[in-house]
């Protein structure tokens, strides 16, 4: 990999800088940042020869130096940063290129051991508890995300202690003005003690012609019986590069979904990978994708059996105009003496112009012979019997194709309970896909 080792230079020794900088570090912080900086330095970049890149340049993620600027605070929200608001009402976490913005966001929550707070806060008042949350989970494989942990500086932190339940969805929005080509490293903690339930949605906002790099970082721990309920609408600009890893376990009964809507980037990635360690649990890993232009986005999902009696759900449906391009790689896998796993694993694709491509790579793997599982891919073109029913009852041409797409995406946010947010997703799909 010699022709990207001058990358992996550039970012290890802004990652160094930024360490010596820090004039006050956590411990954690250092910890993962040095755990991340030793795993990029090991860790290649993958090419299109690597089975879970095959149809995924990252040339756009390397072919320039994006700037790192330790992230702070500001006062301003840009208009264009509130398009991300949705209408229930939130505790809200809010950074502009990274930066934090205390007046557009919610004072940091304590309520019957409930806590929510922007990640740095949280490091000062929950060291504990924060480290707990950052070092739960196995070495990571994927060198963005390695390379995003090297950076770890703020984002969100939610703990929620036995029995507690958020009454209110917890927002973190990320808008991106990138006027210096930065390169942004975001971090998610949840934390789910027994019986517990949250809510948590992330939102990335970028405008079109504005090259910059996200590296995020995601993780979250349901403990028995705990329910969360995660929600991802990225919606960037045509020139953004946007790497997000998901990382996910459940204890016994505990119920984990995430509902991931991608509807812009130059290159945008999903690598989630949810693990039942324990009898009873229950994931669901749903995806809306639409797009056009120049737009490509791969879904990378794996769900780990590790334990038996457990269920998973994969809908990931993608609508595609233009030149676009969806990816999704699939798996579910089933380990030695998981027996009576129940996995449905479906990805359709909608190709709504003659250039639109989508690859799809379902997969099954099971070590266990009392399982049910299933899986399969579609790809087509839209129904032209439907068009013309819509059209012959006065609808018009565009309208008629924003309905049907709009019908087509529905099904992966059905289970979406927040209605303001899923009725969003759904507009965006029609709105991004029928142009």
Known sequence: MAKYD??????????????????????????????????????????????????TSVKPATERRFAWRAPGE?????????????????????FVDGAYVPDASTPALE?????????????????????????????????FAALGAAFASDGAFVHLPKNAALERPVHVVHYVEAEDEPFLAPTLLVVAEENSSATIVESYVGADGKPYLVGANARFAAAAGARVTHVKIQKEGD??????????????????????????????????????????????????????????????????????????????????????RNVFNGKVLVRPDSQKIDAFQQNDSLLLSDTARSDSKPQLEIFADDVKCSHGATTGQL??????????????????KRVLV?????????????????????KLAARSASR
């Open 111 to 143: 309520k019957d051991g409930a806590y929510v707070a922007r990640l740095k806060t949280a490091i000062v008042e929950r060291p504990e508890a924060v480290e707990r949350a950052l070092f739960d989970f196995e070495e990571e494989e994927n060198v």
């Open 74 to 94: 500001r006062s301003d929200l840009p208009d264009a940063a509130k398009e991300a608001f949705f209408e229930e009402d939130q505790y809200r976490i809010v």
């Open 406 to 426: 709009d019908a087509f995406t529905a099904n992966a946010v059905a289970d979406l309970k927040l209605a303001s947010v899923r009725e969003r997703i759904e």
């Open 383 to 400: 129904d032209k019997e439907a068009l013309f029913y819509l059209r012959s009852r006065g609808v018009g041409a565009a309208q008629a």
């Open 6 to 55: 001058d990358v992996k230079k550039w970012y290890l020794d802004a990652a160094a800088a930024y360490d010596r900088d820090d004039a006050a570090p956590n411990g954690a912080l250092k910890r993962l940042r040095e755990t991340g900086a030793r795993r990029f330095a090991e860790l290649d970049f993958p090419t299109t020869k690597h089975e879970d890149w095959k149809y």
């Open 239 to 324: 020139a953004a590069i946007h790497l997000w890893a998901g990382r996910a376990k459940t204890a016994k009964d505990a119920t984990f979904e995430t509902f991931l809507a991608s509807f812009g980037g130059k290159l945008a990635r999903n690598d989630a990978v949810v693990r039942a360690e324990e009898p009873g649990g229950f994931a669901r890993v749903n995806g809306v994708v639409a797009l056009d232009g120049e737009r490509h986005v791969d879904n990378r999902v794996l769900l780990d059996h590790a334990a038996p009696r457990c269920e998973s759900s994969q809908l990931f449906r993608a609508a595609l105009n233009g030149n676009s």
